[in-house]
């Protein structure tokens, strides 16, 4: 099993930053991609970003293109989102995610993500 556990949540302004990390334990071996979701109140879950185990190819939302930037850093077993130019709509819990894949792609389906995190409140007042 792998365990994943999210950081760095909280209040901030629109036009601000915050950045987001996540941590995973256990048998880590069997990571693959690692990805950001968010869950805003009475919406289902969204991707909004996704790194591929080796970290050389990236994909995102295209509401968060340009504003956020997810890396990775395997030998701590971390996986980062900076968030920039937040606006009130980002407002959500963000969740991390990983798969067993070691495909050069990650995916931006949540059905494909074997692991979650417990998940990291994101407020952005206006």
């Known amino acids: 099993q792998v365990q994943l556990v999210e950081s760095g949540g909280g209040l901030v302004q629109a036009g601000g930053s915050l950045r987001l990390s996540c941590a995973a334990s256990g048998r880590t071996f069997s990571v693959g991609a690692m990805a950001w979701f968010r869950q805003a109140p009475g919406k289902e879950r969204e991707f909004v970003a996704a790194?591929?185990?080796?970290?050389?190819?990236?994909r995102y939302a295209e509401s968060v293109k340009g504003r956020f930037t997810i890396s990775r850093d395997n030998a701590k077993n971390t996986v980062n989102l900076q968030m920039n130019s937040l606006k009130p709509e980002d407002t959500a819990v963000y969740y991390c995610a990983a798969d067993r894949s070691t495909s050069s792609y990650p995916p931006s389906s949540r059905v494909l993500y074997d692991y979650w995190g417990q998940g990291t409140q994101v407020t952005v007042s206006s």
């Open positions: 790194i591929s185990w080796s970290g050389g190819r990236t």
